[in-house]
């Protein structure tokens, strides 16, 4: 009774503090802190009611029983995310994104490779990883390469698709500008139409970004060396080691949000005189 008593007290002065903040003015401080208060009033609130209500560890661990995991495996987290970000989520993600980046140029180079890539682009983007991830495992092995073609496959089209949009998004006029210049295709595509294409660009290494650590853990749930975060999520829970299963969570939900926002904050420099970024 003294943990849900605890759990509920947290709730409301949580409730209360956050809502005195959201009223105030709205500054740099206040949007960093207002989501860490939320973020700390569920962990206590998950602690509380764990505890108050005897949850078994095996349906749901406290967080406190989580943190007490990380701390005693951090040298097999951090072997697990080498393997799986470093050599799978990232080297898929830079070969994919560059990739398609690359592709995309001829795409609006060449006008046949429009009408027939991104209809193929389009079907292939729809297909689920869980489909593709065992066909790459049987091709590629079942060491990090596999995992990163997975990736590979996943990103691509999506920044191959924001790539193509971003570089038509320059006007008539501006173009009409370029040519009035004597400017030919290549000093266009790199003064006019990849600077107008940057917004774009980075939407899809954003989306990117998230597939990536997604398609990289799920490939390793069909086929992996003894190591990995895939590979350690479903050996857990066949031995109902949740609270082992929680701390990889942890550890893909902290690198797959500081992935992003590195990419936002990339973002935010290069296209500092995009409207979408003035307000901040």
């Not at 206040?30 to 989501?35: C, D, E, K, S």
């Not at 398609?100 to 682009?121: E, H, N, S, W």
């Not at 320059?170 to 600077?195: C, E, F, I, N, V």
């Not at 902290?254 to 990419?263: C, D, K, L, M």
């Amino acid at each position: 009774m003294i943990w849900l008593i605890f759990a509920f007290g947290v709730w409301g002065l949580g409730w209360w503090v956050n809502t005195r903040l959201a009223a105030a003015p709205r500054t740099r401080v206040t949007g960093l802190v207002v989501p860490l208060i939320f973020g700390i009033t569920l962990i206590a609130i998950w602690e509380g009611v764990v505890r108050g209500l005897e949850i078994s560890p095996v349906l749901l661990p406290a967080p406190s029983m989580i943190a007490a995991r990380f701390v005693a495996s951090t040298d097999i987290l951090w072997e697990d995310f080498v393997q799986t970000v470093i050599k799978g989520a990232l080297s898929g993600y830079v070969l994919g994104c560059g990739s398609a980046f690359l592709v995309a140029i001829l795409v609006d180079r060449y006008d046949f490779l429009r009408q027939g890539l991104l209809p193929v682009g389009n079907f292939v983007a729809a297909l689920p990883v869980i489909g593709m991830a065992p066909i790459l495992v049987m091709w590629f092995g079942f060491d990090w390469q596999s995992k990163a073609a997975v990736v590979v496959v996943m990103v691509f089209f999506p920044m191959l698709v924001n790539t193509v949009q971003g570089l038509a998004d320059s006007s008539a006029m501006q173009r009409d500008l370029m040519r009035t210049y004597a400017a030919g295709y290549w000093a266009t595509l790199l003064k006019l139409r990849l600077p107008a294409a940057m917004p774009f660009i980075f939407n899809g290494l954003k989306i990117a970004s998230t597939l990536a650590l997604i398609g990289a853990i799920v490939a390793e749930f069909f086929g992996s060396p003894i190591r990995g975060m895939g590979f350690r999520i479903s050996t857990s829970v066949g031995q109902l080691a949740l609270d082992l299963v929680w701390a990889e969570i942890v550890v893909a939900a902290v690198v797959g949000s500081a992935f992003y926002g590195i990419v936002a904050l990339v973002e935010r420099a290069v296209t500092f005189w995009h409207p979408s970024q003035r307000h901040s």
